[in-house]
């Protein structure tokens, strides 16, 4: 159904920041939300952000102010920017693509990047 490709991942200190980069392709226009998840080692994989096709945005606690998701239609692009990075923001982070193809919903991942932040 979509294609996604994560990029941006990388050891970061504490308070720093980095951006990543989610690149999707395939049936772009079927695509109804798009977000950013996490697993860290030993825990459950958790949503992080969301955007909607209008742009409304959604937020995990964790990282309300800090966080922000943001989507490039003219790029195909979904870019989470990350400020304040705290230890416990160390995970792989997916990039995930759900919607409507053929009248079935799918939900699609990318690989993963890792994100570590440590000093």
């Known amino acids: 159904q979509v294609q996604l490709v994560e990029s941006g991942g990388g050891l970061v200190q504490p308070g720093g920041s980095l951006r990543l980069s989610c690149a999707h392709s395939?049936?772009?226009?079927?695509?109804?939300?798009m977000g950013w998840f996490r697993q860290a080692p030993g825990k459950e994989r958790e949503l992080v952000a969301t955007?909607?096709?209008?742009?409304?945005?959604n937020y995990a606690d964790s990282v309300k102010g800090r966080f922000s998701i943001s989507r490039d239609n003219a790029k195909n692009t979904v870019d989470l920017q990350m400020n304040s990075l705290k230890p416990e923001d160390t995970a792989v982070y997916y990039c995930?693509?759900?919607?409507?193809?053929?009248?079935?919903?799918?939900?699609?991942w990318g690989q993963g990047t890792q994100v570590t932040v440590s000093s």
């Open positions: 995930n693509a759900r919607g409507i193809l053929a009248g079935r919903g799918y939900s699609d």
């Open positions: 955007i909607v096709i209008g742009g409304r945005t």
């Open positions: 395939g049936s772009i226009l079927s695509i109804t939300t």
